[in-house]
């Protein structure tokens, strides 16, 4: 479902982000992830950006996921 495959994709951006650091191929790795998990192209540049920028910010799983549906379903 959208719900497990966005946790999934949460705790590899989580992991990613343990040392503030993003790389390039870390970078690939979410979208490789993300592509293997059905996402489009367009929404995995979305998810990707409100997962790296929300966990930042400490903002929750639960919140994070509302508004990419919200994009997403625009």
């Known amino acids: 479902s959208l719900d497990e495959k966005f ?8 992991m990613i982000l343990a040392d503030n ?3 390039e191929g870390e970078k690939k790795a979410i979208k490789k992830i993300a592509t293997e ?3 489009s192209d367009s929404a995995i540049e979305i998810l990707r ?3 790296l920028e929300g966990i930042k910010n400490n903002e929750s799983e639960e919140a994070l996921l509302a508004r990419f549906k919200k994009e997403l379903f625009k």
């Open 7 to 14: 946790e999934q994709l949460y705790n590899v951006a989580a």
């Open 21 to 23: 650091i993003v790389t």
């Open 37 to 39: 998990g059905g996402f």
């Open 49 to 51: 950006e409100i997962l």
